[in-house]
């Protein structure tokens, strides 16, 4: 198949191909799951790492 | 000098690229669009902006120049490495652990990778050693990079590898000086772009230059069944896995104790230690805090995945092409300057391959007949053709017309067109000629050292291949990939190492909190004269890009995985157990490159005073000294996790809490 004949090699081809394909599908089906609501944490955060970046 | 081998347009295309990278980073720096201004803002970051700037930041010149290198000596093997580059460091990863990671982050107000693990452990010492590690060792990973890009620059525009050095080196520090530092998204979204498209027209090209996907596939596998000078190790062809197996391999001359080490150089060294090491790669895991929410990692994962499937996918596959290509189709067109080799045997020329491990001279016997010219360094004896291809005289392309004795099955037969078989190539000197190398793509990829020797070096096989194969508009384009990738990733590992030794380090050790800006800046600069230091040492002989940047994610993996995986998902994971499972995982790793792991042991030097000399305290054992050091140390670090945390106390109840609470 696809000209190569040693299996595992076919395998990892085939893998690499199915691999990227899942992460598309599970992108798609996810598209709007997983939301998350910003806590005062977050911009705590945020607003100390914008610090330290400012001032590098 | 340098701007007449450059050439004009060459020159101001890098000019003009740089300039709107920097426009870029200066309208994100006025317009504040830096990943975490659009937690600030709570705005929406384009799902496919996070992506590229992961998966630029991810994937480097060393992935795609050094591993595709690689995938030119060894071949698909190597496409396992992309299945785990895909399915553990862009499914697993973003699945599994980004949520996490982002919400123990938050909770915890840590911002670097080091921080994270201190404060979900209240250690200092986990913080600081973290640090440390970080700081001393991402160089490695760094100089990989340079040494890619340095490779294809010096191939590319025919230029010697130190000026190629000195121009990364002052091109990236500016870069990374001036501000390639604040992560801006657009600027590693439009890199990640240009390596997209870079990437796939390299793909396109070569499946036409083969014949297409399958005939590609079938030639490369034909011509995989001729001797090959990596038969005494294992290799059966590029689109075959090598030889399996542990142990000796029985030959006619005796045992061949090297007969199953390509299996496990490909599988441990290149496909473990790489594709389970980018779970712990801090520069990687701390990107997951600056996102909004789950959905964007969901989101991102959409291209992340293919878009990682066309760096390593794609220079893994044309790294092994490449073979067709070189093998069946090249015609190198120049002036004969000089035929060197000819006549008695001291006057051969004897080109080093393999510099670091023995090669075998009788594949078909699989026993061992090496003929050395240094204690570590291989060579095999052959007639060398020397052409000018630029037109300034002087010989820049140095091809095998044929090689000697044992080395006759496995070296190039070169053909030069009007001379008849058997015929004198020295009658040709002088004249402009068109030769057809019929090399693999290591033996083509011969460089002129600086002491005058001649060498296979695995970094040169992607940047010849473009230079011969692709057109030349092509080479541009692949410049700016190549910049791209570089300094994507470049950037943010420079970025680790500033702040791992002035937030975790000096911070921590000091007790000054938020006074350790110019000790990052130090830190930082300190990171980049090593890896040019690391880089100018090492012009790419070997496969040591390959090899400096498994050594980096192995060690990452071995060191910081157990307990960073651990304190992630487990409250029972204790402080003791972690620090535990952090040095074993750090001495296991080290003892191994320092004592066995022949490449590293030989380099470093110290074992052959406890050896006798030998290269590996397990020289006279069976594939050992290939084996590397994650499967020895990850399995021991993972147990020592979990029995020393079973055996401690727990955290605090409050404290646990604070790192799980939703």
Redesign the interface.
Known sequence: MLGIEDFYVLLAYLLCLLSALLCVVYGLINWNRGEEAVLEEDVRWVEEEKEVEEEL | MLAQSLGLIEIIVVVIYMMVIGYLGWLGYRRTR?A??Y??A?RKVH?FVMALSYGATFISTSAIVGFGGVAGMF???L??L??LN??VG??IAF?FLG?PTRKM???L?A?TFPELLGRRYQSKFVQIFSGLVIFLFMPLYAAAVLIGGCAFIASQFGIDYNTALLVFSVLIAAYVIVGG???VMYTDALQGSIMFVGMIVLLVFTYVIVGG??????Q??ELGKNPNIFGGIGF??W???PKFGWGAVEAAKGPNLDGYNLWWIVISTITLGVGIGVLAQPQLAVRF??V????E??????????F??IMT?VAFTVGSLSNVYFLTKEKVEGKLVSVTGVGAKSEWDWVIAKKERGLNLNPEDGSKKNPAIGPDEKAVPCQLLHLDTSGDDEADTHLIFKGYGGAAAITPKAEIEGLAKGGDPKTFVGRQVVVHPRATAYMRAIVKNADGTYECKTSRIIPYYIRSAMPKWFGLLFLLTLLAAAMSTLSSQFHAV??SIG?DVYEQVTGRHGRS?GV??IGILIGIVLAVIISYLNPGGGYIIARATAIFFGLCASTFLPAFIGGLFFKRITRAGAIASMIVGFSVTAFWLVFVKTSESSAIGLVQKFAGGKSSILADSPNWPVVDPILIALPLSILTVIIVSLMTKPSSKEHLADCFHK
């Not at chain 2, 909004?292 to 959905?295: F, H, L, M, P, V």
């Not at chain 2, 990692?297 to 293919?306: D, E, K, Q």
């Open positions: 830096t975490t201004d937690l600030v709570g799902p071949g698909m093997s496409l396992w992309t299945f895909i399915f862009i499914f699945v949520g982050g938050h909770h107000d911002h530092l604040k992560g996907v399958v005939e590609g596939h079938r490369l596998v059966q062809g689109a075959s896995m805090m600056t909004k929410s789950r959905r990692l969901n989101r991102a994962m959409l291209i992340g995945g293919i990682i499937l996918g500033g702040t937030r800006i990052t800046r």
